[in-house]
């Protein structure tokens, strides 16, 4: 299957300065700090981690919407050269966590997904225009004649669905969803993942589908990256990660999923963490996670373990498999 994101070893590395008329840099912010990992056409990866570890900054930087410290990001084998920025944002979209905060409630829906008709120079004839605008609302569930009313009118999974509706406006080929159901109702959020899936079937599209636990993801991600403080620990089939986690920070994530305890016979037992995630101003040295991880050895504390691949395409970080 041919890929059509590819990050390597990409950082995004924030300076904190520090005084007014001498500004000097006193510390530094490591959000991504060496992922890599590839996205197939057509397949959904799931980025999974709790709130700090970089998700979100990983998919600001797939969007190009925010500068790498270094590394690279590809883009169908290539890199995105401000040249080429324009066409690239036909191609990737993006929807985003916060549908109240995302919209402007004071835009009429039909504004709100024609604006990225009307960036690209692509609402000239009125009557297309209008078509366009009934077709994407239908494409997501949602009455026509909506178009004229207010975002503020809506609720939140209707929002969301307007949200999706403007990602695909400009026909793209990938999405970067950033947590697009955690600002929901448990009861909704079935049902725009179900929205999702159905756009995905019909249209063919990629999906970076962004979360911060293991059982959201479950039912749309063909794969799953799971991100620590800045890194990849694991990448794996959706299958393999939950039949067979091998990373201590995913173990320990599955065991808060009750869902997965049931056909995981091996694991029934809650993981419990100790002590908080480090800061990313203080990434702990050689395995970042082994403050924290049940299983830590002598040289965890030393040697940063890199992301080793299997066979079976089940890649971990860590020095239990070396
Ligand atoms: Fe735990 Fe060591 Fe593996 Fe890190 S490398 S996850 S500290 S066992
Ligand atoms: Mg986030």
């Known amino acids: 299957q041919q890929e059509i994101l590819k990050v390597e070893d990409l950082k995004i590395h924030f300076p904190v300065?520090?005084?007014v008329i001498f500004r000097k840099q006193v510390a530094t912010v490591k959000a991504v700090d060496g992922v890599s990992f590839s996205v197939r056409r057509g397949e959904t990866l799931g980025v999974v981690g709790e709130s700090g570890c970089g998700k979100s900054t990983t998919g600001?930087?797939?969007?190009?919407?925010?500068?790498?410290?270094?590394?690279?990001?590809?883009?169908e084998g290539e890199e995105v050269t401000p040249a080429k920025l324009k066409q690239f944002r036909k191609r990737?979209?993006?929807v985003y966590q916060d549908p109240y905060g995302s919209l402007n409630p004071r835009m009429k829906v039909k504004d709100i997904i024609g604006e990225p008709l009307e960036v690209h120079g692509l609402d000239k004839d009125p009557e297309k225009y209008q078509r366009r605008i009934a077709e994407l609302l239908r494409m997501v569930g949602l009455l026509?004649?909506?178009?004229?009313?207010?975002?503020?009118?809506?609720?939140?999974g209707q929002r969301q669905r307007i949200g999706i509706a403007r990602a695909l406006a400009l026909e793209p080929s990938v999405i970067v969803c950033d947590e697009p159901v955690s600002a929901l109702d448990v009861s909704i959020q079935a049902q725009v993942i179900n929205i999702f899936k159905d756009l995905q079937r019909r249209l063919g599209l990629?999906?970076?589908f962004i979360a911060h636990d293991l059982a959201v993801v479950r039912h749309i991600s063909d794969r799953i990256a799971v991100m620590y403080l800045g890194r990849v620990v694991e990448v794996a089939s959706r299958d393999a990660l939950y039949a067979q986690?091998?990373?201590?920070?995913?173990?320990?994530?599955l065991s808060a999923v009750p869902e997965a305890n049931v056909d995981a016979e091996s694991r029934r037992q809650r993981i419990v963490l100790k002590g908080e995630?480090?800061?990313?101003l203080r990434v702990p040295p050689g395995c970042r996670f082994h403050t924290r991880c049940p299983a830590a050895m002598e040289r965890c504390k030393a040697e940063d373990p890199a992301l080793q691949?299997?066979?079976?395409?089940?890649?971990v970080a860590c020095h239990l498999y070396a």
């Open 92 to 94: 990737v979209q993006m």
């Open 144 to 156: 026509p004649d909506m178009a004229e009313r207010y975002a503020h009118e809506f609720s939140g």
């Open 206 to 208: 990629t999906y970076v």
């Open 60 to 75: 600001l930087a797939l969007m190009h919407m925010l500068q790498a410290t270094s590394g690279r990001i590809l883009f």
């Open 309 to 315: 691949e299997s066979p079976g395409g089940h890649a």
């Open 17 to 19: 300065m520090e005084g």
């Open 245 to 253: 986690p091998m990373h201590p920070y995913t173990q320990a994530l």
């Open 277 to 280: 995630i480090p800061s990313p």
